[in-house]
């Protein structure tokens, strides 16, 4: 009886204009946040860590995005905002879902821009209480979204090295 139900359902959803369509998903489907966070690598290997106001762990670098905003560009406006230079985004991003707070958080490992002041690193954002620059061997403790970004990079890093096809050996 539920199945019938169920069907019969989604029949008449169906003929609903898009709209409406669209209305009934948004309200009854729970909504999440979505943010950038970047792991910003300098040279030496070294990861860009801020400590905010409301946070007593470090973290990297990140923010919520905009309403309409690519997730890209707010990978690069928050760092910004937060260290004032340019990062470049290497590569693919990988995906935090995180369902507790129900938040999405999209990571993207990301290098300094040519010409970025690394050694004069500061917090530019009143948020932003300390910003350093660690080796990836020394992290300090790290807030539990900065240690599932990591772990989301090692993964998707992996996934992305198998896939490769192996050359063939040199003769």
């Known amino acids: 009886m539920l199945k019938r139900t169920h069907l019969g359902l989604l029949r008449i959803f169906?003929?609903?204009p898009r709209p409406t369509r669209r209305l009934v998903v948004r309200?009854?489907?729970p909504s999440f946040t979505v943010g950038a966070?970047?792991?910003i690598e300098r040279p030496g290997g070294e990861l860009l860590l801020v400590r905010q106001?409301?946070?007593t762990h470090?973290?990297?670098?990140?923010g919520l995005t905009k309403r309409g905003e690519d997730i890209r560009d707010t990978a690069r406006?928050?760092?910004?905002?937060?260290v004032r230079f340019e990062i470049d985004l290497v590569g693919e991003p990988a995906v935090v879902v995180d369902p507790g707070p129900r938040r999405v958080d999209v990571v993207f490992r990301a290098r300094p821009a040519a010409g970025a002041?690394?050694?004069d690193i500061r917090p530019t954002s009143p948020e932003i209480v300390e910003a350093r620059w660690f080796a990836a061997d020394a992290l300090p403790e790290l807030?539990?979204?900065?240690?599932n970004a990591l772990v989301a990079l090692a993964r998707a890093t992996h996934h992305e090295q198998e896939r490769r096809p192996t050359p063939p050996p040199a003769r």
Not at 58 to 62: A, H, K, L, Y
Not at 77 to 82: L, N
Not at 143 to 147: D, M, P, S, T
């Open 77 to 82: 406006r928050e760092a910004f905002e937060e």
């Open 117 to 119: 002041a690394l050694d």
């Open 27 to 29: 309200s009854l489907a």
């Open 14 to 16: 169906r003929l609903l």
């Open 58 to 62: 470090w973290g990297f670098p990140g």
């Open 37 to 39: 966070i970047c792991v």
């Open 53 to 55: 106001t409301y946070r």
């Open 143 to 147: 807030q539990q979204e900065a240690a």
